[in-house]
Each structure stands twice: as structure tokens, then as C-alpha cells.
């Protein structure tokens, strides 16, 4: 026979249909999409479940022009998009090598590098005419098997980034390396910069401050949903020196 003195199961927590993060989590309610010059593919590895801190889905709400496809290869950089692409030269992607900004001794926030991984020349050209950025969101070993199973990234334009400062992730996420952003922080960088709109660098960071703010307010109430991390983190988000 039941206990009919034990406690009755919780009700499961219902989550946002659009960031799919637990409602408590959510901030989908204060982004307003913005139109944007620059398309934007988001390739998210079918292993990236990080609910509660991941940035990949509220990052596409923002913007008109955005496509989020979660899996591991696409025949083309038109069948990820779902449109026709002319020139995939015209799209950007971060690449995964270990060129670092700081070690070119090159300035600016992005580098357009050559297929050695040195410092392209004419640099205001080549970004000038992009049409679109790629981000690989997951871990890093997870970005590299999505470069890797795509070798149509090859025809893009690889750059990095030379970010001024740390990711907002601070300690609720270590990065493998100093230069090491979030989804959502590196397309700040790169669509802020590329498009001249510090409006869009301004919009998606104080997004990223929000999501933050809300999961260590969650902290204290809910830790379940919003655990501290531990002390030997996992490596993830995307990473640059290059997502994704």
C-alpha cells in the first residue's frame, strides 16, 4: 500500500520554449530582435546541454537574421543556412587553430588570418566584404569535431578575436584560454565590430550580464537549477584564439 503520508512528487519545472532554459532562468521576456547586415549560423553540437549557462539560443533571439542548427555536419554552408550561398568566402568562422591574437602582435578585435594561420593581408578588405559569421557552440573538443566534420568551413574566412577584456563568465566558467569568450560574447565582438553598430556590442553583453545575474540570484533559492560550479571546471563555450 502507498504511504499516504509521503510527500508528493514536485511538479516538474516547465521551460522557455525559445532559450529552453528553466523559466527561473529565463530572460527571453526583456530581448527585443534587432535587424541585422550580417547573417548569423550558430552550429551547436548535439552534446551541449548546459541549460542553465549556455548563451547559444538566447544569442539567435536577438536578431532577424539568425539560424541556430544543433547536430554534428552539414553537406554545405547553404544546407546549414538553408539558403542558397554564392561565395562561402563571404562568411567568417572562428577558427580552432592556435593562433593567438597576441602572439601576431596585430590590433584590432578581429584578425582575418591566411590558410597558414599567419596574419592575412589587407585586412580591412577581406572583413569588409564579409556577409555572415559562424560560431561552433560547445565544448572546445566538441567545436573541434564540428570543424572537423565540416570541411566546408575550409572555404571561409578564418579569424580570431583580440578581445580587451575577459569573458563576464568569470569563475561560474573557466575558459581554456585567456582570450576565451562565450557564444554570446563573441558575436558582440564580431557583429558589433564588423557591422560599425556598438549598439549590438552593447545589446548582447548586457543581455549576457542579465543571464548571469539571474542564475546567481537562482543560486540561492533554487541550487538545483543554477549548481555552483566545481572546482575543476569543464572547458567549453567558444573558444578563441579560434564556439563555439
Same mark, same amino acid.
Given at each position: 500500500?502507498?504511504?499516504?503520508?509521503?510527500?508528493?512528487?514536485?511538479?516538474?519545472?516547465?521551460?522557455?520554449?525559445?532559450?529552453?532554459?528553466?523559466?527561473?532562468?529565463?530572460?527571453?521576456?526583456?530581448?527585443?530582435?534587432?535587424?541585422?547586415?550580417?547573417?548569423?549560423?550558430?552550429?551547436?553540437?548535439?552534446?551541449?546541454?548546459?541549460?542553465?549557462?549556455?548563451?547559444?539560443?538566447?544569442?539567435?533571439?536577438?536578431?532577424?537574421?539568425?539560424?541556430?542548427?544543433?547536430?554534428?555536419? @552539414?553537406?554545405?554552408?547553404?544546407?546549414?543556412?538553408?539558403?542558397?550561398?554564392?561565395?562561402?568566402?563571404? @562568411?567568417?568562422?572562428?577558427?580552432?587553430?592556435?593562433?593567438?591574437?597576441?602572439?601576431?602582435?596585430?590590433?584590432?578585435?578581429?584578425?582575418?588570418?591566411?590558410?597558414?594561420?599567419?596574419?592575412?593581408?589587407?585586412?580591412?578588405?577581406?572583413?569588409?566584404?564579409?556577409?555572415?559569421?559562424?560560431?561552433?557552440?560547445?565544448?572546445?573538443?566538441?567545436?573541434?569535431?564540428?570543424? @572537423?566534420?565540416?570541411?566546408?568551413?575550409?572555404?571561409?574566412?578564418?579569424?580570431?578575436?583580440?578581445?580587451?577584456?575577459?569573458?563576464?563568465?568569470?569563475?561560474?566558467?573557466?575558459?581554456?584560454?585567456?582570450?576565451?569568450?562565450?557564444?554570446?560574447?563573441? *558575436?558582440?565582438?564580431?557583429?558589433?565590430?564588423?557591422?560599425?553598430?556598438?549598439?549590438?556590442?552593447?545589446?548582447?553583453?548586457?543581455?549576457?550580464?542579465?543571464?548571469?545575474?539571474?542564475?546567481?540570484?537562482?543560486? *540561492?533559492?533554487?541550487?538545483?537549477?543554477?549548481?555552483?560550479?566545481? *572546482?575543476?571546471?569543464?572547458?567549453?563555450?567558444?573558444?578563441?584564439?579560434?564556439?563555439?
Amino acid at each position: 500500500m502507498s504511504n499516504p503520508t509521503a510527500a508528493a512528487p514536485a511538479d516538474p519545472i516547465p521551460e522557455c520554449p525559445h532559450c529552453q532554459k528553466p523559466m527561473p532562468l529565463c530572460i527571453c521576456d526583456s530581448v527585443t530582435p534587432v535587424e541585422n547586415r550580417l547573417g548569423l549560423l550558430i552550429l551547436q553540437h548535439p552534446q551541449e546541454q548546459d541549460r542553465a549557462l549556455g548563451t547559444a539560443r538566447l544569442l539567435a533571439k536577438h536578431f532577424a537574421d539568425a539560424t541556430l542548427r544543433v547536430g554534428l555536419s @552539414w553537406p554545405s554552408l547553404s544546407k546549414a543556412l538553408g539558403h542558397h550561398v554564392e561565395n562561402a568566402s563571404h @562568411w567568417a568562422v572562428l577558427y580552432l587553430g592556435s593562433a593567438k591574437a597576441a602572439d601576431l602582435e596585430a590590433e584590432g578585435e578581429i584578425l582575418a588570418l591566411n590558410r597558414k594561420g599567419e596574419i592575412a593581408d589587407k585586412q580591412r578588405e577581406r572583413l569588409g566584404k564579409l556577409e555572415g559569421v559562424v560560431l561552433l557552440d560547445g565544448t572546445w573538443s566538441q567545436a573541434k569535431a564540428l570543424w @572537423w566534420r565540416n570541411p566546408w568551413m575550409l572555404k571561409c574566412q578564418r579569424v580570431i578575436l583580440n578581445p580587451a577584456h575577459p569573458s563576464r563568465y568569470g569563475r561560474l566558467r573557466k575558459e581554456p584560454r585567456k582570450d576565451g569568450l562565450s557564444t554570446i560574447e563573441a *558575436a558582440a565582438t564580431m557583429l558589433g565590430s564588423l557591422e560599425k553598430r556598438p549598439d549590438i556590442a552593447e545589446m548582447l553583453n548586457a543581455s549576457f550580464e542579465r543571464m548571469l545575474t539571474r542564475y546567481r540570484e537562482v543560486q *540561492a533559492e533554487m541550487p538545483e537549477l543554477a549548481p555552483k560550479p566545481a *572546482a575543476k571546471d569543464r572547458r567549453r563555450g567558444v573558444r578563441r584564439g579560434k564556439r563555439a
